[in-house]
């Protein structure tokens, strides 16, 4: 007789994290979160802090900026004059 894996319960296996394996998590990765929820506040943080770094890096970037070096809307130089013909008659 083989020995196979229960099949994956939630009404077995309720904890918390059950909601991540409507998304993929294996059951392994939820037992895991279930069973140590801070590992999951620790990748939700390692996240946040990493946006907030590329954030702090962008502004960092822009405010350092030559004035030079920011872009400038430029004025068409197309633009309809008093008294000019268009474009298509020139």
Same mark, same amino acid.
């Given at each position: 007789?083989?020995?196979?894996? +229960?099949? $994956?319960? %939630?009404?077995?296996? %309720?904890?918390? $994290?059950?909601?991540?394996? /409507?998304?993929?998590?294996?059951?392994?990765? !939820? #037992?895991? =979160?279930?069973?140590? +929820?801070?590992? *999951? *506040?620790?990748?939700?943080? #390692? =996240?946040? !802090?990493?946006?907030?770094?590329?954030? *702090?890096?962008?502004? !960092?970037? *822009?405010?350092?900026? @030559?004035?030079?070096?920011? /872009? @400038? &809307?430029?004025? /068409? &130089?197309?633009?309809?004059?008093?008294?000019? &013909? +268009?474009?298509?008659?020139?």
């Amino acid at each position: 007789m083989s020995a196979s894996a +229960p099949a $994956f319960s %939630s009404s077995l296996n %309720s904890g918390q $994290f059950d909601w991540l394996g /409507k998304i993929g998590a294996t059951r392994e990765a !939820i #037992a895991t =979160l279930n069973d140590q +929820p801070y590992v *999951f *506040f620790v990748l939700v943080a #390692a =996240l946040v !802090i990493l946006i907030l770094e590329g954030v *702090f890096i962008w502004y !960092i970037h *822009f405010a350092t900026m @030559k004035p030079e070096q920011k /872009k @400038k &809307k430029e004025k /068409k &130089k197309d633009e309809k004059k008093p008294g000019g &013909k +268009p474009p298509a008659q020139r």
